[in-house]
Every structure is written in structure tokens, then in C-alpha cells.
């Protein structure tokens, strides 16, 4: 018999609830919740604005319609949610959502309920906390970043098209490693994979979606792989620039210890990890013997746009 794996989600509130019922505060308390300091002081600060045990089974809820939108069974949804039986969490989720939980799957439907606090549950185990409203007015740069990182990885991938596979598997940077984590990226192609995979991933991590598993690393794939995340990416970054959201923040509940991470700061790291690792791959295929590497920054990009216009 499989053992039940650890339930994140609920380790993650009932830390935050028993740290607000003790009324205690500081960096202990927040290890103690899960969170970093900065994000279980605001919780602490907004404060729960809910019954602990009505936030705990709102949470606990609205995870329970995410599963069932993608494909869980009454019964399972039940279990994951604490209730032993499937009667008394029908009758729950009947009230928190205005349908049964055998007919909540029938048409789309969003699985966040009503909440005086802002925060919810985000998929596939975190919490989506609220930011801190901003009353200074700042200059956004996040459409320019997005689109010029766009255009060169494009640009480099077409160029390492021309390469052979020994070429782009040939070690021109041996022991280059941009974080411990990912591990060594000695040559072109893992270079490039890496590019695409953190879009992927973060794209993934933000909109509460399955993280991707295997990945096509042929140039045809990433390619194809890029084309397919790009406009999720984008779409992602335009919602959280209109809405203001940079502020705002999920917390990861599938990490041991589950990680708190503002979707500003996100973006800020996909684009600038992204222009370490370009600026990498622009040495590599120049190394490899590719004539013209794609270099243009952003002034010199948009004034090629400009003058195709």
C-alpha cells in the first residue's frame, strides 16, 4: 500500500493559524507558519478577517473544486479535504460553491470562493496572498523586457539551428553553472533548454498548472516548446502589470519547506536569469563558428522594429 503523501497545503495553515491564535509574531513564528518573515508579517498585519476554522475549510474547499475540475472523484476530494464522510463534505462544498461536488465539473467554473481577506488557495498546493497597495506612481518596462527577451531567444535558437549535434552537446563552457540547483550548463543546447524551461516552469508555477515533465531538447523542440509557453507567459505578465499584482504573492506549498514568492519578483528573475544565460549562449555559438551571433539590446531591437515598420 502506497503511503499517503504529507498534505502541504494543510501543514501550511494550520502553522498560520495556530501562530495567529498564539498571538506571537517574529522570525520564529513565521518558520514556524512556513512563510518568510516578510510574507507572514503582512498575513499578521492584514489579519484573517475569517473564523480560523472557516478560513481552514474555505482554503481546504476551494482545493477541493480545483481537484475536481481536473478530473478527482467525489470521494477523493472528500478525503484530501479532512472529512471522513462524503455526506457531510457534499453538504459543505454544497454551500460554500451553489452545486453539488458531482456536478461542479459539468461546465467551468472558478474554484476561488468569495473571501474578506484576498487570499486563497493557489494550485497546485500554495496560497495566493494579496500585495500591499503602492501609492507611487512607477514607469513599467515589463511589455519591452518580455518582448526583446522574446526576439533574441528566437533569434538564437535559429542560429543554433545551424549547428550539427555534436556541435550544440560540446562542452564550450565547461563548470558554468548559473544556480547549484539546476546543476552545470556546459553546452549550447542546455543552455537554451534552460531558457525555455524557466519560462515553462515559472509559467506553470504562477498560473497554478502542472509543471512540465519530459521536454523535447532537440533545437525543433525548444522551439516549438518556446512558441507554446510564450503567450501563456505573456498573457501572465500583462494580467499582473494591469491588475498591479506585483506585489502579490503565492506560496508554494509543494517545496519542503514550502517557499513564498511575489510575482514580481518572479518576473524580475526570469527576465534577468534569462539575459545571463543569452548573453552565455552568445558566446557559445560564437565559439562554435556561428558568423553574426544575434546581439542587439533592446535600444538597437527597437530600432530594427522601427525600421520594418
Given at each position: 500500500m502506497k503511503p499517503v503523501p504529507p498534505d502541504r497545503l494543510r501543514d501550511v495553515v494550520d502553522a498560520v493559524l495556530e501562530a495567529l491564535d498564539d498571538g506571537l509574531d517574529g522570525p520564529a513564528v513565521a518558520a514556524r507558519a512556513m512563510l518568510s518573515p516578510f510574507h507572514f508579517h503582512r498575513l499578521v498585519r492584514a489579519g484573517i478577517g475569517e473564523a480560523p476554522a472557516a478560513f481552514r475549510r474555505r482554503l481546504v474547499l476551494e482545493r477541493a473544486a480545483w481537484r475536481l475540475g481536473r478530473g478527482a472523484t467525489v470521494l477523493e476530494a472528500a478525503h484530501e479535504a479532512g472529512y471522513d464522510a462524503v455526506e457531510a463534505f457534499s453538504r459543505a462544498f454544497a454551500?460554500?460553491?451553489?452545486?453539488?461536488?458531482?456536478?461542479?465539473?459539468?461546465?467551468?467554473?472558478?474554484?476561488?470562493?468569495?473571501?474578506?481577506?484576498?487570499?486563497?488557495?493557489?494550485?497546485?498546493?500554495?496560497?495566493?496572498?494579496?500585495?500591499?497597495?503602492?501609492?507611487?506612481?512607477?514607469?513599467?518596462?515589463?511589455?519591452?523586457?518580455?518582448?526583446?527577451?522574446?526576439?533574441?531567444?528566437?533569434?538564437?535558437?535559429?542560429?543554433?539551428?545551424?549547428?550539427?549535434?555534436?556541435?550544440?552537446?560540446?562542452?564550450?563552457?565547461?563548470g558554468h553553472v548559473i544556480h547549484a540547483f539546476e546543476g552545470p550548463e556546459p553546452d549550447v543546447r542546455?543552455?537554451?533548454?534552460?531558457?525555455?524551461?524557466?519560462?515553462?516552469?515559472?509559467?506553470?508555477?504562477?498560473?497554478?498548472?502542472?509543471?512540465?515533465?519530459?521536454?523535447?531538447?532537440?533545437?525543433?523542440?525548444?522551439?516549438?516548446?518556446?512558441?507554446?509557453?510564450?503567450?501563456?507567459?505573456?498573457?501572465?505578465?500583462?494580467?499582473?502589470?494591469?491588475?498591479?499584482?506585483?506585489?502579490?504573492?503565492?506560496?508554494?506549498?509543494?517545496?519542503?519547506?514550502?517557499?513564498?514568492?511575489?510575482?514580481?519578483?518572479?518576473?524580475?528573475?526570469?527576465?534577468?536569469?534569462?539575459?545571463?544565460?543569452?548573453?552565455a549562449i552568445v558566446e557559445g555559438l560564437r565559439a562554435l563558428g556561428v558568423e553574426d551571433v544575434e546581439i542587439r539590446d533592446p535600444i538597437e531591437w527597437e530600432r530594427l522594429l522601427a525600421s520594418r515598420s
Open positions: 454551500r460554500a460553491h451553489g452545486v453539488p461536488p458531482s456536478r461542479f465539473a459539468d461546465e467551468p467554473r472558478e474554484f476561488r470562493l468569495a473571501a474578506p481577506n484576498a487570499i486563497h488557495f493557489h494550485p497546485p498546493g500554495g496560497l495566493l496572498l494579496p500585495g500591499q497597495p503602492r501609492s507611487d506612481a512607477t514607469m513599467d518596462l515589463s511589455d519591452r523586457l518580455v518582448e526583446h527577451d522574446h526576439w533574441h531567444t528566437v533569434r538564437l535558437l535559429e542560429q543554433a539551428a545551424q549547428l550539427s549535434d555534436e556541435a550544440l552537446d560540446r562542452p564550450v563552457k565547461p542546455t543552455m537554451l533548454d534552460r531558457v525555455v524551461f524557466t519560462k515553462e516552469v515559472w509559467t506553470a508555477a504562477i498560473g497554478g498548472r502542472e509543471f512540465p515533465g519530459e521536454r523535447d531538447r532537440s533545437i525543433a523542440g525548444q522551439q516549438a516548446r518556446l512558441a507554446a509557453v510564450q503567450p501563456q507567459f505573456a498573457a501572465i505578465v500583462r494580467r499582473i502589470r494591469d491588475r498591479n499584482e506585483w506585489d502579490d504573492a503565492f506560496v508554494d506549498a509543494l517545496c519542503t519547506p514550502p517557499v513564498s514568492f511575489t510575482f514580481g519578483s518572479v518576473i524580475a528573475h526570469i527576465v534577468t536569469v534569462n539575459v545571463v544565460r543569452r548573453q
